[in-house]
């Protein structure tokens, strides 16, 4: 199977600040990697795809980059909606889907 | 509106049965991978069984030889049949689908409670 990593698991920041979530896969995926932005009671929403992709109605302060092994989640400005915890998934041709562990964004 | 909604759980004992269903609207659910996903109390996600278009099933190792995938394509709706229950099977269970032209959950319904408990 195919490991993911996240670091950190936990950051606290302020509304505008600039936040970065890494994400590492055990061995290359591609760019078959995903973000996911889930808050407390509710259902992931999809944030990016293909690691860089923009899902629809996602806000433009969200960025995602990399490829192969490593991978990045950027926050150009951190809103009051984003406190939520974040993952990143990796979907490529391997199953199991699997997720990283997640890192947990709040308020400092 | 593309929307999945799940229903089904509910408490069970160690050793039990359950099947949950998830009902599609504005989409084909056959015409598309669909996949469970769960997320145990306080902890992250965890894939659990998918279904491609094709009908090919696949499950993870923790629930493989107990949990079945299925879909009624009349009725529009995908299934998760949950034999042999365990505490450890202890989440709330969300049905996903991959995306048209993205291999992403880009839909995702509310999630379903399962405890496995005496």
């Known amino acids: 199977d195919i490991q993911m990593t996240q670091s950190p698991s936990s950051l606290s920041a302020s509304v505008g600040d600039r936040v970065t979530i890494t994400c590492r896969a055990s061995q290359s995926i591609s760019s078959y990697l995903n973000w996911y932005q889930q808050k407390p009671g509710k259902a992931p929403k999809l944030l990016i795809y293909a690691a860089s992709s923009l899902q629809s109605g996602v806000p433009s302060r969200f960025s995602g980059s990399g490829s192969g092994t490593d991978f990045t989640l950027t926050i150009s400005s951190l809103q009051p909606e984003d406190f939520a915890t974040y993952y990143c998934q990796q979907s490529y041709s391997t199953l199991p889907f699997t997720f990283g562990p997640g890192t947990k964004v709040d308020i400092k | ?118």
């Not at chain 2, 509106?1 to 069970?12: C, N, P, R, T």
């Not at chain 2, 004992?13 to 504005?26: N, T």
């Not at chain 2, 299925?70 to 365990?86: A, E, I, P, V």
């Not at chain 2, 959950?105 to 408990?117: C, E, K, L």
Request: charged share 15%; aromatic share 12%.
């Open chain 2, 1 to 118: 509106e593309v929307q999945l909604v799940e229903s089904g759980g509910g408490l069970v004992q160690p050793g039990g049965s359950l099947r949950l269903s998830c009902a599609a609207s504005g989409f084909t659910v056959s015409s598309n991978y669909m996949s469970w996903v769960r997320q145990a109390p306080g902890k992250g996600l965890e894939w659990v069984s998918v279904i491609y278009s094709g009908g090919s099933t696949y499950y993870a190792d923790s629930v493989k030889g107990r949990f079945t995938i299925s879909r009624d394509n009349s009725k529009n709706t995908l299934y998760l049949q949950m034999n042999s229950l365990r505490a450890e099977d202890t989440a709330v269970y969300y049905c996903a689908r991959d995306g048209d032209s993205m291999p992403a959950f880009d839909i995702w319904g509310q999630g379903t409670m399962v405890t496995v408990s005496s």
